[in-house]
């Protein structure tokens, strides 16, 4: 077999596992099977083959960890990606002075609690973040 049809061959199974664990790293050594490949097409020795692999698949792997590694995660209650509820609107009829109200929001009462800065006024809302069942709003 070619060497070239078998670094392809290599490169689709990191890509079929990768869709079925969800292991972006795989997918990342995916494209240093697809080097390799490349490098095999250009008639390059096995070994310089591999080391290619190596180092395009290697280096992929430690750039996107370092780019994963820098992102700032919110914790679950405020983090849109976990409740879809963040950074909806509510209307507010009134508050009481604990800076506490209920508002109807998907068609239910929710207690919703003022998160802002100031004194909070009857208006529109964003949700910032979900404690239990209690909406924590913020001026929008």
């Keep these: 077999m070619n060497q070239a049809i078998a670094w392809w061959i290599v490169a689709g199974l990191l890509v079929a596992a990768e ?3 969800g292991t972006f790293y795989l997918l990342m050594l995916a494209v240093g099977a697809a080097a390799a490949a490349l490098a095999a097409h250009l008639g ?5 083959q591999m080391v290619t692999g190596a180092v395009i698949g290697g280096a992929a792997v430690a750039l996107w960890h370092m780019r994963r590694s ?3 995660r919110l914790p679950a209650h405020a983090d849109r990606d976990v409740n879809l ?3 909806q ?21 929710w207690q919703a ?15 910032r973040a979900v404690d239990g069942n209690c909406l924590l709003l913020d001026a929008a």
């Design 19 to 21: 869709l079925a664990t």
């Design 44 to 48: 390059l020795s096995l070994p310089i």
């Design 70 to 72: 820098k992102q700032v």
């Design 85 to 87: 509820d963040i950074g």
């Design 89 to 109: 609107t509510v209307q507010v009829q009134h508050w009481a002075k604990d800076g506490r109200t209920t508002v109807k929001y998907r068609g239910a009462d």
């Design 113 to 127: 609690r003022f998160q802002g800065e100031g004194q909070p006024h009857s208006g529109r809302f964003v949700i």
